[in-house]
């Protein structure tokens, strides 16, 4: 009876439903603060306390409030079924994580982390669009599909390699919380700090790309293609695309606290220490991603796939064989 | 109180999938009770432009794969059509042969190693 309860907290609650609805609202205000700073704005500064509720404020209005608008080809229900199967999956990954009340830990979780934290919502996030068709909308999807084939083997690679490092003498294999605990001691070694660096690069310009933050920002390319693949989405359908897109972003930058940085070690999960030991690293992550979507300017869609190319994917190929050489 | 439940990789999917199962039923639900009913229908945007500019809604899966081969892969589009697709036989012929030859030598080489020093 008691697990149950811990698994419905443990997915519904802490750090399920509930917490990372906050979380992203609280990284897209983050983004946006920042973001205003560098361009000399005041960004959102109305709604609570340095209008920190901003993000909530506009989740709600245009789910209460918005009309959805939509055209003889629209199919609304696909495409809010669509994002509803791709928040669950990313919500249901977090049990992966330590963070997680119900941890579920075995052989290989990283594999299903990885599906159901980015594969299954990038499906969703194609279907959703394509559910509302329209000219730019196909435009934005068939860029961020390409955008995707060398985006998602570099998020793959640039977190399997610290997780093989982590638990091939011990630990269960392949698992993420078997490999956060060992990633400080990879960093203290010479030659593992040399291939966590190149993951760490490869990493920082998967997540940019993932999240499709300038200079990656090709499959929305506001003002060229009007908004890409969210084009034809307005009221509540658009709330569940900001949200979606927030909480793929958050559990990115989790996962990356975790295996590239040890998540709160030197300290325990349950530390005061341990916690604020997550939160820095957290939003050092997410100043560093905030800090290149604003000092960058937007590539072409060949550009952009031969960035991602040289900075990510090869550093990636490279941390691989220098994995397996030592 | 925190549990971490180790598991075969087969119960580790099962118990995901329940899960999700289980979070999608109650965002589906809480996303239908809040969401707004307003609903507005008009044409297809297409920033003015009246709907008959666009003869398909969708691209076809044919102009992806050129938009990624002409524009990403152009060294590689170039390569295969002035060196193998180049309409001439024999320039298919010298491509495929020396490709085969290629794949002899090394089938002869593994033959070699594998005689001399496998056990």
């Given at each position: 009876m008691n697990e149950i309860i811990l698994i419905l907290i443990s997915i519904l609650i802490f750090p399920g439903l509930l917490f990372l609805v906050v979380l992203s609202f609280l990284t897209q205000y983050a983004v946006r603060k920042l973001s205003a700073r560098y361009q000399r704005r005041m960004g959102p500064s109305y709604v609570g306390p340095l209008g920190i509720l901003q993000p909530f404020y506009d989740f709600w209005k245009l789910l209460r409030s918005k009309e959805i608008v939509k055209n003889k080809y629209s199919l609304v229900s696909a495409a809010e079924i669509s994002l509803l199967i791709g928040i669950s999956s990313i919500v249901a990954s977090v049990v992966l994580l330590p963070l997680s009340l119900y941890n579920i830990v075995s052989d290989f979780d990283i594999l299903i982390f990885f599906y159901m934290a980015s594969v299954v919502p990038l499906f969703m996030m194609v279907i959703a669009s394509l559910s509302m068709p329209g000219p730019y909308t196909s435009m934005g999807v068939s860029r961020l599909l390409s955008l995707a084939t060398l985006s998602e083997p570099t998020y793959f690679a640039s977190l399997i390699i610290p997780v093989y490092l982590a638990t091939r003498q011990s630990g269960v294999f392949m698992s993420i919380s078997s490999a956060y605990r060992n990633v400080l001691s990879i960093w203290l070694d010479p030659r593992g700090a040399v291939i966590m660096v190149l993951c760490l690069i490869a990493y920082i310009v998967a997540v940019q790309a993932k999240s499709m933050y300038?200079?990656?920002?090709i499959p929305e390319a506001e003002q060229e293609i009007i908004a890409g693949y969210e084009t034809e989405f307005s009221g509540p359908l658009l709330a569940l695309m900001n949200l979606f897109h927030d909480m793929d972003l958050a559990v990115s930058l989790i996962i990356g606290v975790y295996l590239l940085f040890g998540g709160p070690l030197p300290y325990s999960h349950t530390s005061p220490q341990g916690i604020l030991m997550i939160i820095i690293k957290y939003l050092i992550l997410l100043v560093v991603v905030t800090l290149i979507k604003n000092i960058m300017g937007r590539y072409r869609i060949e550009q952009g796939l031969a960035q991602i190319l040289k900075y990510g994917l090869v550093p990636s190929i490279m941390a691989s064989i220098l994995t397996f050489l030592f | 109180m925190r549990i971490a439940k180790i598991v075969d990789p087969f119960t580790a999917i099962y118990l995901i999938t329940v899960f999700t199962i289980a979070i999608l039923a109650v965002t589906i639900a809480v996303y239908y009770t809040l969401k707004s009913k307003r609903v507005r229908i008009t044409s297809v945007y297409l920033g003015g432009e009246p709907e008959n500019v666009v003869s398909m809604i969708t691209p076809s899966v044919g102009a992806l794969y050129w938009g990624f081969m002409k524009r990403f892969a152009k060294h590689l589009y170039e390569a295969l059509v002035e060196k193998i697709h180049t309409g001439s036989l024999h320039d298919w012929q010298k491509f495929i042969s020396s490709w085969l030859a290629i794949l002899i030598i090394i089938s002869i080489i593994s033959f070699v190693l594998f005689t001399l020093f496998a056990r």
């Open positions: 300038q200079p990656f920002n | -």
